[in-house]
């Protein structure tokens, strides 16, 4: 049976130097490496699933590093703003709705990690 893996801290602190301007910031990794695995592994998704929602996660993790954010700093703000951006790139309803349930389910998984 699949247990839930709980840490006393959360393994994904933010830098102390700040500097969270790379998409590939070692702390927004370690939380996508970690979320495939929960998706997969204790959600029981499928790989196309779980392949959608990472997607949909690094395009998030892109646009707040591009306001200089992270994904475990991002705020109702940070989410209003990605969704305002998406309409006015002419992205539809429906993906963004899907979006928005792989940004609840995140922070979930961020929750359950504490």
């Known amino acids: 049976m699949n247990e839930v893996r709980r840490f006393s801290t959360c393994p994904y602190q933010q830098p102390e130097d700040g500097d969270n301007r790379i998409v590939e910031n070692i702390s927004n990794l370690?939380?996508?490496?970690?979320?495939?695995?929960?998706?997969?592994?204790?959600?029981?998704?499928?790989?196309?699933?779980?392949?959608?929602?990472?997607?949909?996660?690094?395009?998030?993790?892109?646009?707040?590093?591009?306001?200089?954010?992270?994904?475990?700093?991002?705020?109702?703000?940070?989410?209003?703003?990605?969704?305002?951006?998406?309409?006015?790139?002419?992205?539809e309803s429906r993906s963004s709705a899907r979006k928005l349930s792989c940004y609840c389910s995140t922070v979930e998984f961020i929750t359950i990690q504490r």
Do not use: Q, W
């Open 30 to 91: 370690s939380l996508l490496n970690d979320y495939n695995v929960y998706l997969s592994v204790e959600k029981g998704l499928r790989p196309l699933t779980c392949e959608a929602y990472l997607s949909d996660l690094r395009i998030f993790a892109e646009f707040l590093e591009g306001r200089d954010g992270v994904l475990l700093k991002a705020e109702e703000e940070d989410v209003a703003g990605f969704l305002e951006h998406m309409r006015k790139h002419g992205i």
